[in-house]
């Protein structure tokens, strides 16, 4: 038995508040009243009904206050329902729900989605889908990929007095802000995939993400090209701040474990921010200026992995290229079965399976249960060898990924 749960049978120590009187039912109340009832039990009823979830602790003027009855009323019948088992007591003047909800009022839980992109649409998906089987009141914000509507948005959950917020935006410039303002409303954040001051973060290991990458494509460059690599290109997203460094740091490391020279090769850091024809673009221009030798091109999306392969083989010279991808986004996924793809793999972070996280998480924030300050999501190299193995309900298809219509760069 815990030391701090006593025994319905144990006596409690005398804690008594002040000796105030219970306020008698009025007469016109025991009049409307059915003659059947208890008042007794009714009452009882209303200290059950404030506690609204198993284990949850509550100091008696948080029970006076959510039940409305008098403090020695109340005082009195947490004491007798700790003896009848169905409370417990977890401190001086503090107690814990041991029976289980009886009128749960369900969470309000805010969640500001990232923008119109696959990663984001995906993620959710699995919210949704994850909040509405655990009852729990979604609201839906689209931070559309602007910083300005992130901060608008915050200020709209924050009206809206909801429980906690799910924030998915890329701007770390603005992190610090929208944090604040949360902080201010005593507002717990869950952060996805962009830190945010005080908040809990859920997300990649960027750093991690990119050595898996980074080692994959070097061995790659070690079997097919004997190492003899002429120039590395790196493909940026400046806007989402240190976070998406990292996991250029990490692709440079695992890259410099296969192909130690890796270094000293000429090296070109190109910004991967905008649609696919805009990346796609960056690279043209980089490629007319440079000129089509053997590249190994590491990217922080498969936006910016599948916009290099298309510059590439417009020049001519897809064979010059290897590319490394990260997301395994489906029309990556859709390019690693495409034979002879020069896209050697995308590292997955499974954005489908974020809502059976977050949703437990922010469950466990709200109950006040132990919950991490940082969860990692899992990573897994997807090459061509492994793609239909580890997402075999895709449509399969051996055509060319065309990426016209696909939206903003992932983060």
Not at 3 to 29: C, I, K
Not at 282 to 303: E, F, Q, W
Not at 371 to 394: C, E, G, M, S, W
């Amino acid at each position: 038995m815990s030391p701090n749960r006593l025994s319905a049978n144990r006596p409690l120590p005398d804690e008594r508040p002040d000796d105030l009187p219970d306020e008698p039912a009025s007469t016109e109340g025991r009049r409307n009243s059915d003659r059947n009832e208890s008042q007794t039990v009714l009452r009882a009823c209303q200290i059950l009904k404030a506690f609204r979830y198993l284990d949850e602790e509550l100091a008696l003027t948080e029970v006076m206050e959510r039940t409305g009855l008098p403090k020695t009323t109340t005082f009195r019948l947490l004491r007798t329902l700790i003896h009848g088992g169905l409370i417990q007591r977890a401190g001086a003047g503090i107690y814990r729900n041991s029976f289980g909800p009886i009128a749960e009022r369900p969470f309000r839980i805010g969640f500001a989605s990232q923008g119109d992109n696959e990663f984001a649409r995906e993620v959710t998906r699995g919210v949704e889908a994850v909040a509405a089987r655990e009852h729990i009141q979604l609201i839906t914000l689209n931070n559309r990929y602007s910083a300005r509507e992130a901060l608008r948005n915050a200020d709209l959950l924050i009206r809206e007095q909801v429980d906690l917020v799910l924030e998915f935006q890329t701007y770390e410039r603005v992190a610090s802000v929208i944090a604040s303002k949360f902080l201010a409303a005593n507002t717990p954040v869950i952060a996805i995939e962009v830190p945010h001051p005080g908040a809990t973060f859920f997300g990649a290991d960027n750093y991690k993400a990119g050595q898996i990458g980074g080692r994959a494509l070097g061995r790659w460059a070690r079997e097919h090209w004997n190492g003899d690599v002429q120039q590395l290109v790196l493909m940026e997203l400046p806007i989402a701040g240190s976070l998406l460094e990292l996991r250029l740091a990490g692709f440079i490391d695992g890259l410099r474990q296969e192909l130690p020279h890796i270094l000293q090769l000429p090296l070109a850091r190109l910004n991967g921010r905008g649609s696919f024809e805009q990346v796609l673009d960056v690279m043209r221009k980089y490629l007319r200026r440079r000129g089509s030798r053997r590249t190994l091109v590491g990217t922080v999306n498969d936006v910016c992995a599948l916009a290099a392969l298309r510059a590439f083989e417009e020049a001519g010279a897809a064979q010059e290229c290897a590319v490394m991808g990260q997301n395994a986004l489906r029309e990556a996924r859709a390019e690693l079965r495409r034979p002879g793809t020069r896209l050697i793999g995308s590292v997955a972070y499974f954005p489908e399976r974020y809502g059976e996280e977050l949703i437990p998480l922010a469950l466990n924030i709200l109950r006040k249960k132990p919950a991490p300050a940082t969860v990692f999501v899992k990573h897994q190299l997807l090459t061509p060898r492994n793609v239909d193995l580890i997402y075999p309900l895709d449509e399969r298809s051996t055509a060319t990924a065309e990426t016209g219509k696909r939206g903003r760069a992932d983060a």
